[in-house]
């Protein structure tokens, strides 16, 4: 049934990127702490090399897998296939949190389409590659991209994006440190 891989070769990758829907996972290190699942999708996912991925951080009212990552570093990607053979895949790793004003940031940003509201990028060492059956997922259509974040950014003045950080972005649930630019924005007012 389930497989471990020693990288994401080249099958693997053109599976990867035939999916239009991905998820992260994250948690802190409290036992009580809040543990993250999220959904990506809209382009985000890129595959560095064989053993390392990024993907596209939007704006958005949590910052659970940044106060994580910065935390401890554990990550888990899961891919399901919605269409087609049933199959999952999980990348497990150790992630950080790029931002804009980071050296790092400029190259890794080379890798993804434009997009108007990007808060970070998360680069991820990929430590263990596996699949699984996926026979329980349920087939799902593609239909398309939702245009609401896109359209949520653009209706945005890059402070009113900053202010939004600020509020929203400096720390997790469970109280980690956000992002680095919208705690060091409040630092300097």
């Known amino acids: 049934m389930g497989k471990t891989y020693p990288e994401i070769d080249a099958n ?23 543990i993250n699942c ?4 809209l382009d985000s996912f890129a595959i560095l090399d064989s053993h ?20 401890n570093g554990r990550i888990v990607i899961m891919f399901c296939a ?9 990348l497990h790793g150790t992630g950080r949190c790029i931002e804009p004003h980071e050296s790092e940031f400029t190259v890794l940003r080379s890798h993804f389409p434009e997009s108007p509201t990007i808060r970070s990028i ?12 996926g026979f329980g997922v349920p087939l799902y259509q593609y239909g398309g991209e ?9 209706s945005k ?10 509020q929203k972005n400096r720390r997790s649930l469970d109280g980690l440190p956000g992002l680095k630019s919208a705690a060091s924005t409040v630092s300097k007012a």
């Open 12 to 34: 693997l990758a053109d599976w990867i990127r035939s999916q239009h829907l991905f998820f992260v996972a994250s948690t802190p290190l409290a036992g009580d702490g809040m």
């Open 38 to 41: 999220s959904p990506k999708g």
């Open 52 to 71: 390392t991925v990024a993907y596209l951080d939007f704006n958005g009212s949590g910052v659970e897998t940044i106060a994580h990552l910065r935390e």
């Open 82 to 90: 919605l269409e087609g053979a049933p199959k999952i895949v999980r």
């Open 122 to 133: 998360i680069c991820v060492d990929v430590k263990r590659v596996s699949d699984s059956c």
């Open 146 to 154: 939702r245009d609401a974040l896109p359209k949520w950014a653009a």
């Open 157 to 166: 003045s890059a402070d009113a994006l900053v202010a939004y950080q600020v």
